[in-house]
């Protein structure tokens, strides 16, 4: 499940520093996510501040991406990403859409190669969808996520940008 986090992260927000184009910030403040997949949904608040994204990237995959590449395209960007999480290889495409001010809709599949148990690889297809419900609440820093259940899983170094 990590590594389907790790890939989802990484098509989803990526930034690179070798990168050709890079995925526009979303607009600080609390930000709802719907996520959609075959093991069903999940829906999950964040608090976004300046460089939010960024930072969450760098944490998610820590380092263990060889290739992030972003392309701006007539409706969005496209994104593919090739992650190495242990011993599972993550191979990504999506494609991210909206206006990163109130909405931001991607629709990606990762293919995993050597999953325990799997025989062969397996494939994973996944709608996220992310739209500004209004300013961060009290108490709430930028890297925050709060689950359904109301717990709080806190990004470090998520609430300030990287230069």
């Known amino acids: ?89 993550a191979e990504g495409s999506s494609v991210v859409t909206g206006d990163f001010q109130a909405t931001v809709r991607t629709e990606g599949t990762t293919k995993l190669t050597g999953m325990p148990g799997q025989p062969g690889p397996v494939e994973r297809k996944l709608v996220v969808e992310a739209r500004r419900v209004g300013d961060c609440g009290p108490g709430q820093k930028p890297g925050d996520i709060i689950m359904p259940d109301g717990r709080v899983i806190s990004m470090p170094g998520a609430g300030a940008p990287k230069q």
């Open 1 to 89: 499940m990590r590594a389907i986090a790790i890939a989802v992260a990484a098509t989803v927000f990526g930034s690179f520093p070798a990168l050709v184009e890079e995925l526009p910030q979303r607009r600080p403040g609390l930000w709802e996510t719907k996520s959609t997949g075959a093991e069903g949904e999940t829906v999950a608040k964040q608090c976004v501040g300046p460089g939010t994204d960024r930072a969450m990237m760098g944490g998610a995959t820590g380092g263990a991406c060889s290739k992030i590449e972003v392309k701006k395209t007539a409706t969005g960007y496209a994104v593919v990403t090739e992650c190495m999480i242990g011993q599972i290889k």
